[in-house]
Antibody
Framework: EVQLVESGGGLVQPGGSLKLSCAAS????????MHWVRQASGRGLEWVGR??????????VYGASVKGRFTISRDDSKNTAYLQMNSLKTEDTAVYYC??????????????WGQGTLVTVSS | DIQMTQSPSTLSASVGDRVTITCRAS??????LAWYQQKPGKAPKLLIY???SLESGVPSRFSGSGSGTEFTLTISSLQPDDFATYYC??????????FGQGTKVEIK
């Protein structure tokens, strides 16, 4: 059974930093791209970014609202993905989900979601 | 960027009703559309992918249709467990994903 368990959320002041972790199990983590998706309270879903596998040079890509501030990384030896968030703004307040895609024909949708971790940016 | 628009935003229905939710893309996305169900305090759950393929374990009362820019999610006979918020997602522009704003299905 695929499991994704996020941790590291909490309260941080505007301009601060926070690093989220996503511990994965139940699949070959090193062979899967990983994405982060967030959801502000009472709002819809927003794609944050993706990291590819070692075979694809751990290439990353980010959404426009977080580009230059957020960094996704991974440690395949620990089956863990990370989301480093810097220069946080109040509008970054959200539940952050780690997700594992399922791919077909070179494109991918979300098959598995973690339970989410809440990040609150407030003074 | 591809924009996704769902309608209605809220839908009031009774157990046993047939329910249809619409999702429109700002440009053609072929059949690269997924539907998710989300209950309060929980992560979304995949229902449909490739516009009409039912995810394993999802009840057959859920179905999806459409291609290009217009898509629908249908629940043939609404059950108590189906009261939730539903989101569409396009993945034609992968790795970038965009989601609809959601449709909340409420008890009438």
């Amino acid at each position: 059974e695929v499991q994704l368990v996020e941790s590291g959320g909490g309260l941080v002041q505007p301009g601060g930093s926070l690093k989220l972790s996503c511990a994965a199990s139940g699949f070959t983590f090193s062979g899967s791209a990983m994405h982060w998706v967030r959801q502000a309270s009472g709002r819809g879903l927003e794609w944050v970014g993706r990291i590819r596998t070692k075979a694809n040079n751990y290439a990353t890509v980010y959404g426009a609202s977080v580009k230059g501030r957020f960094t996704i990384s991974r440690d395949d030896s620990k089956n863990t993905a990370y989301l480093q968030m810097n220069s946080l703004k109040t509008e970054d307040t959200a539940v952050y989900y780690c997700t594992r895609p399922e791919c077909t024909g070179g494109v991918c949708y979300i098959q598995h979601w973690g339970q989410g971790t809440l990040v609150t940016v407030s003074s | 960027d591809i924009q996704m628009t769902q309608s209605p935003s809220t839908l009031s229905a009774s157990v046993g009703d047939r329910v249809t939710i619409t999702c429109r893309a700002s440009q053609s996305i072929s059949s690269r559309l997924a539907w998710y169900q989300q209950k309060p305090g929980k992560a979304p759950k995949l229902l449909i992918y490739e516009a009409s393929s039912l995810e394993s374990g999802v009840p057959s009362r859920f179905s999806g249709s459409g291609s290009g820019t217009e898509f629908t999610l249908t629940i043939s006979s609404l059950q108590p467990d189906d009261f939730a918020t539903y989101y569409c997602q396009q993945y034609n522009s992968y790795p970038t994903w965009t989601f609809g704003q959601g449709t909340k299905v409420e008890i009438k």
